[in-house]
């Protein structure tokens, strides 16, 4: 048997299970896959040196091994790890920031489709973050008054953004 022959043998046998190993340690197909062509080709430039003392699966395995541990230690690992982390953080963090934008503009866009007493109401109370008294003062309304405006403002927000949530389900 020829050295090359010898080398598919192994290929056929070893294959599949080096790259599991190679796999676990990697996350990564594809590099994975170099890995094993890797661990192949050295055992291939460097096979007058094994000594038969040990099983040919042990033996590959522990040069998988010893590939995988040698890429986590690579320069190339880092950059990719700290390359995918970052843009990882900034892909959730846009998200997170679409999402609070679009949930923002449905509200905004519920505000104003209120009737203008509870608008306003709403609007000096929640985004001017003024008091009762205070609204009660600038529009020169009971107290009263103000709460029930309130109340009913929350209540048609309630309706309209429910509406909006099941339009959002049904059609988006």
């Known amino acids: 048997m020829t050295d090359t022959e010898y080398l598919e043998q192994l290929m056929e046998l070893h294959t599949e299970h080096l790259f599991r190993i190679a796999y676990y340690y990697t996350k990564d197909q594809r590099i994975a896959e170099d890995i094993v062509q890797d661990v192949f080709i050295k055992f291939y430039h460097h096979q007058k040196y094994y000594e038969e003392r040990g099983e040919m699966k ?43 934008q679009d949930e923002q503009d449905l509200l905004d866009e519920a505000i104003l489709r209120l009737p203008i007493k509870q608008r306003e109401a709403i609007v000096y109370f929640y985004l001017e973050e003024m008091t009762i008294k205070e609204i009660s003062e600038l529009l020169a309304i009971p107290e009263g008054t103000v709460k029930s405006r309130l109340k009913k403002g929350k209540e048609l927000l309630k309706v309209d953004l429910q509406n909006i949530e099941w339009e959002v389900l049904f059609h988006g």
């Open 58 to 100: 042990a033996y590959l395995a522990r040069m998988t091994i010893n590939k995988c541990k040698d890429y986590l230690k690579s320069w190339a690992y880092r950059k990719i790890t700290f390359q995918h982390n970052f843009f990882a953080k900034q892909k959730t963090v846009l998200q997170d920031t679409l999402i609070r």
